[in-house]
């Protein structure tokens, strides 16, 4: 048993997500064979070994230059923000407003973001399919392209004859927004696995999930302001010239991530102590044999010096495909991704990521609706600078991959050096007190209007974003870290459900506000969501079983598709 996590039944069975990851003296000279043949990381790092391990193609990911790694990922970061944070929130703060001046109902204001993430949901599948087939570069530039002409669409639904006719554009608009919004929600996470090592995921996939779950606060205090200064239609013609330059930068700097990778995988077992890459489809490094003479005789020998592709230029790079990465068809890669329903660990990362988040995003719909009246009579800015405490908050979140990686590091030099992929789940306890701080205290305050400035309340929203990064990073970077072959279909069931449940609370939730009470539906979010966090017990404890269960379960399925 390490450190609580149950060893599987079968003696010497280690599932990815074991890995060798910290060397120290002890675990040096314990396992010397396996460790003299791995990589290792540079620097101050010199005693982390790489997980996983980089092949010897140059045009692997793992091997970019780092000023290439970075501006990938400062791509990606960026675009996750103006196609995929920016367009939901935008008018949240003006929904009262807005539906005044389309002369339209706030449910029907609300519905407007509810059918955009409806639409982000049900294309998860079809996006996560294309990029197994043909990679995940042609999934972000045809998102970039969309979100520009969704947003463009909605720029012109402000200009039409009649009211009822601008809002039928605007709708058009957002929806093709949440057709530009799908890539960027559905692989981001899983690609920070293709092109940074293990020890290098937390800060990068924390920065994800701000913009993913929680940078909606900055967008909300900005489009608040601005609706107020400038008009709705500003906030539209504002966003589209950044969204151009988002969408030239994936065309120059965000190469193909995805990569035909045989891998050696630090997880314990012996290895040969000369590093042999065999040959696959797509560009890997062979060897070859040669003769060598001597007095003797002759004998054939394998030469340890590998055939190399030669390295991709940056016009090379610029390709809107690198081929086809799978012979299957697209109909059977739709139907692998509700396969993984099976694996408890998608259930778990479905309650303590997923539907947090709607939680967080639902109640963003009624703000608007509870703090615009008396005896807040906020108006559209103030409303927009609500979002202040959530906005502290999702910068406090970052913190949680600095923190996820140090508890991992900790906790693998008291396994002997070995990380387990449970070892990122302990951080949710800290993710718990902030969500019981943060629910019952708003439901309380707001139940209370009279004792409780709408300072607590910010306050207390920023305290669940808080929780919701630690809690959607930690679970995301366990899902990298033990299901890493099968992470994009994982994080697409993920992204399918939080985009229902946002399209749901849409049209629910404001009428549930109206009639029990907002401190009703914080108390609500609140119990259901500690109930949620029990299921991280088990997890911890019979993770390993499980991925053990998990990986052999999917080889037999893949062994059982190719004979």
């Given amino acids: 048993m390490a450190l609580g996590i149950l060893e599987p039944k079968k003696a010497g069975e280690q599932p990815p997500g074991t890995e060798f990851l910290v060397d120290d003296t002890q675990t040096a000279a314990e396992h010397q064979l396996e460790h003299e043949n791995f990589k290792h990381a540079k620097g101050k790092k010199t005693n982390i070994i790489l997980v996983p391990q980089p092949s010897l193609d140059p045009n692997d990911p793992l091997l970019w230059p780092t000023w290439k790694r970075e501006t990938a990922f400062a791509i990606l970061f960026f675009n996750c923000i103006i196609f995929a944070a920016c367009p939901g929130p935008m008018i949240a703060p003006a929904t009262v407003a807005l539906a005044l001046q389309l002369s339209v109902p706030v449910k029907h204001v609300a519905e407007l973001s509810g059918y955009q993430l409806l639409i982000v949901g049900a294309l998860g599948p079809l996006v996560s399919v294309c990029a197994q087939k043909y990679g995940k570069r042609p999934q972000f530039l045809f998102a970039s392209v969309f979100g520009v002409i969704g947003t463009g669409i909605c720029v012109a639904g402000f200009d039409q004859s009649t009211l009822g006719r601008s809002y039928d554009v605007l709708l058009a608009g957002r929806i093709v927004q949440g057709i530009g919004t799908t890539a960027y929600e559905s692989l981001s996470v899983a690609a920070i696995g293709d092109f940074f090592y293990l020890h290098e995921r937390g800060v990068r996939t924390a920065l994800l999930v701000l913009t993913l779950a929680c940078l909606s606060s900055f967008v909300s205090i900005i489009g608040g302001t601005m609706f107020e200064h400038l008009g709705a239609r500003n906030l539209f013609v504002v966003l ?12 120059f700097f965000l190469p193909e991530t995805q990569f035909r990778r045989d891998t050696t995988t ?31 005789g002759s004998s054939n020998i394998a030469s340890s010096t590998p055939i190399l592709p030669p390295k991709r230029t940056f ?63 906020l108006s559209v800015s103030q409303n927009g600078f609500f979002f202040t405490g959530a906005l502290i908050g999702g910068i406090l979140g970052v913190s949680a991959g600095p923190l996820c990686d140090f508890t991992a590091s900790r906790l693998a030099k008291r396994n002997g050096g070995i990380y387990e992929a449970e070892f990122r789940i302990p951080v949710c306890v800290f993710a718990v007190l902030l969500f019981a701080v943060g629910w019952f205290t708003f439901g309380w305050a707001l139940d209370n209007p009279k004792y409780a400035h709408v300072y607590l309340c910010s306050a207390c929203y920023g305290a669940v974003c808080f929780g919701t990064s630690v809690a959607s990073t930690s679970a995301g970077l366990y899902i990298l870290d033990a299901f ?38 914080c108390r609500l979010f609140g119990t259901i969501t500690l109930c949620g966090f029990v299921t991280c017990v088990p997890m911890y404890i019979f993770g390993k079983r499980n991925r053990v269960w998990v990986h052999a379960m999917w080889a037999k399925y893949l062994n059982e598709k190719t004979s």
């Fill in 240 to 251: 589209l010239p950044i969204q151009i330059f988002g969408l030239l930068g994936t065309v």
């Fill in 484 to 521: 890493r072959t099968q992470s994009t279909q994982i994080f697409i069931l993920q992204m399918m459900l939080k985009n229902f449940l946002f399209y749901a609370f849409s049209t629910f939730v404001n009428e549930l506000v109206a009639t029990r009470g907002p401190g009703y539906m």
């Fill in 266 to 296: 630090p997880t314990g077992a012996p290895s040969a102590s000369t590093e042999s890459v065999k040959e696959k489809d797509g560009g890997q490094a062979v060897t070859h044999e040669t003769t060598i003479t001597s007095g003797s």
């Fill in 315 to 377: 016009v090379q790079d610029l390709s809107l495909t690198s081929g086809s990465y799978t012979s299957t068809s697209m109909l059977k890669l739709l139907g692998e991704i509700f396969i993984h329903f099976l694996n408890p660990a998608v259930w778990w990362i479905q309650l303590v990521s997923a539907i947090l988040v709607s939680f967080f995003v639902g109640t963003a719909y009624t703000l608007a609706q509870i703090f615009t009246p008396p005896p807040y009579t």
